[in-house]
C-alpha cells in the first residue's frame, strides 16, 4: 500500500458525507466513493415526471446541533434551508376531535410543563397524567437501566388510552419509526430528553425549504473537493482488502483502492455482506444480522394550487396516514405529503390502492378539499433501524476487530433512532477516530 493512500469512506449519505467532510477539514486526503449516482443516501432527492421529490418527508429538530453545526461549517445559512418554529402540534381524528399542543416561550423543561397543561383536547385528567410522566422522567434523567416498551413504560406510568393515542404513539412512531409495543423506551427517552430537557430552543421544529439534496450533499460535495478530497459516483464496493489484521483498500467494479483506513458508512445490509467476507468480523457480523429495518411510505398528492393546511404540518390520528406536510412551503403549492412510519398492512397496497386510502382520509379530514389530480408514492422499504426492546445492545460502535476499518451510519451506536443527527454524529465519530488512530503503512494487499 502506498504511504500516501487516503483514508476511503464507502458510502454517500449523511453518515459518509459529515465523515469526509470531518477529514477534508483536517487536511486528511479522502476518497468518497458511493454506488449511485448521486449523493444523499435514503435522504435525497428525486427526480420524477420533471418535479424534484425528496425520498421521504423529513423533519429536523432544533436539537440537531451536530448537523447545524456541520451546515455552518459548510457556509449553508439555517434561515435559507430552515423554516424554524416552536414546537406546535395539531392532530385532528376524522370525528372531529383534535389536539393541539404548543410549548411557551419559557426555559426549558417548563416550556413542556405549560404546552401539557395548556394543551387543548386533552381532559384535565390527561393533561395532569402527561405532566406527571414528564416528571418522572426529567426526575430519572430520561432514562432506563434495563429496556422495555414504550407501551409497558407508558402503563407503568398510568398514561390513559386517549393520550396514549392522541399524543405518545404518534410521537413514537413519527421518532422511532416503530409501534409502541415494541420500541425501545430507552431510546424513545433519549429522544424527548434531547428536545426538551436543555434548551428550549431544541424543541424547535425545523421544516425543511429546499430540496434534500441542496441541504448537505451538494454543499458537502463541492467542501470535500476544494479541500483536497475526491467523490466518485457509480463506484460499488464489492470487498475488503487486508494484510494480516488490517484494513489496506477495497474493490470495486472500477479496481482495487488503496486505503489508510476506511469507513463503511454504507446502509446495514451492504455492510453486512461486507463484513461477511471476514473472518476476523464474524461476531460484529453476527450482532449486524439480528437488526430488522422498518420502511416509511411518503404519499405525494398533487392538489389544485389554492389548496393548503392550516399549518406546516397536520397529525391525522385514527388513520392509515400518519402526518401531512404542505409543501407549499417548498415551493410546491398544493402538493401534500402523507407519512405512514413503520411496518403494517399498508405494505400490501398497490400504489393505486394506497393513494385511494389515503386521499380518502384527507378527504374526511377537509371536505372541502378537490379530489387530488395526480400521485407519486416513494417506499422506502428499509427507511431505519427497527428501535426494539434490547436493540442498543446490538448496534456496533464505530471501531471493528480489523485494525483501520471503521462503522459509520444511523444504525450504529448512538443511542438515538435513526435520525438525519444520528447519522451525521455517527460520521463525525468516525472520522474522529480515524484522525485518532494515525494510519500504519503495510505493503501488500489480500483479499
Known amino acids: 500500500m502506498k504511504p500516501d493512500a487516503p483514508v476511503v469512506v464507502v458510502g454517500g449519505g449523511w453518515a459518509g458525507l459529515a465523515a469526509s467532510v470531518t477529514l477534508a477539514r483536517q487536511g486528511i486526503p479522502v476518497r468518497l466513493l458511493e454506488s449511485a449516482r448521486q449523493l444523499g443516501g435514503r435522504a435525497r432527492s428525486v427526480q420524477i415526471d420533471g418535479q424534484t421529490l425528496d425520498n421521504g418527508q423529513h423533519l429536523l429538530l432544533g436539537a440537531y446541533e451536530s448537523t ?58 390527561e393533561r395532569f397524567a402527561a405532566l406527571r410522566f414528564s416528571h418522572a422522567l426529567q426526575r430519572q434523567d430520561f432514562s432506563l437501566d434495563e429496556d422495555q416498551s414504550v407501551a409497558t413504560l407508558l402503563h407503568q406510568h398510568r398514561q390513559p388510552p386517549a393520550l396514549i ?66 467523490v466518485h459516483l457509480g463506484q460499488r464496493v464489492s470487498g475488503l482488502q487486508r494484510r494480516g489484521g488490517r484494513i489496506t483498500g477495497v474493490l470495486t467494479n472500477r479496481g482495487p483502492q488503496a486505503a489508510s483506513q476506511v ?58 396516514g400518519q402526518w401531512v406536510f404542505d409543501r407549499r412551503l417548498y415551493g410546491q403549492p398544493g402538493l401534500m405529503a402523507v407519512v405512514i412510519s413503520g411496518d403494517g398492512p399498508h405494505m ?26 395526480a400521485h407519486q408514492i416513494i417506499r422506502e422499504k ?37 435520525t438525519l443527527e444520528g447519522a451525521v454524529r455517527s460520521g463525525l465519530g468516525a472520522a474522529q477516530a480515524v484522525a485518532r488512530r494515525p494510519s500504519t503503512p503495510t505493503p501488500g494487499n489480500r483479499p
Open 382 to 418: 428499509r427507511a431505519t433501524l427497527a428501535a426494539r426492546v434490547g436493540v442498543n445492545a446490538l448496534r456496533p460502535s464505530h471501531a471493528t476487530a480489523l485494525e483501520g476499518l471503521w462503522l459509520a451510519g444511523d444504525y450504529t451506536d448512538t443511542g438515538l433512532p435513526a
Open 263 to 320: 469507513i463503511l458508512a454504507t446502509p446495514p445490509s451492504a455492510t453486512l455482506a461486507l463484513l461477511q467476507t471476514q473472518p476476523a468480523l464474524h461476531a460484529e457480523a453476527g450482532r449486524l444480522a439480528q437488526l430488522a429495518q422498518y420502511p416509511i411510505c411518503t404519499i405525494y398528492l398533487r392538489y389544485p394550487a389554492q389548496v393548503r393546511l392550516p399549518q406546516p404540518m397536520l397529525g391525522s390520528l385514527g388513520s392509515l
Open 68 to 125: 447545524l453545526d456541520l451546515l455552518r461549517l459548510l457556509d449553508v445559512a439555517e434561515d435559507a434551508v430552515f423554516l424554524r418554529r416552536p414546537l406546535n402540534l395539531s392532530l385532528r381524528h376524522a370525528d372531529g376531535h383534535a389536539l393541539h399542543l404548543r410549548t411557551a416561550a419559557l426555559p426549558a423543561p417548563l416550556h413542556l410543563a405549560w404546552g401539557l397543561l395548556n394543551a387543548r383536547g386533552l381532559r384535565p385528567a
Open 348 to 373: 400490501a397496497l398497490d400504489n393505486a390502492q394506497l393513494a385511494t386510502r389515503v386521499s380518502g382520509e384527507l378527504a374526511r379530514l377537509f371536505p372541502a378539499w378537490p379530489a387530488p389530480q
Open 165 to 230: 393515542e392522541g399524543l405518545w404513539q404518534p410521537l413514537c412512531l413519527g421518532a422511532l419509526n416503530t409501534h409502541l409495543h415494541e420500541a425501545s423506551a430507552q431510546i424513545f427517552l433519549r429522544t424527548l430528553g434531547e428536545s426538551f430537557r436543555y434548551n428550549r430552543r431544541d424543541s424547535d421544529l425545523l421544516f425543511t425549504r429546499r430540496p434534500l439534496g441542496e441541504i448537505l450533499p451538494t454543499p458537502a460535495m463541492d467542501y470535500i473537493e476544494r479541500h483536497g478530497g475526491r
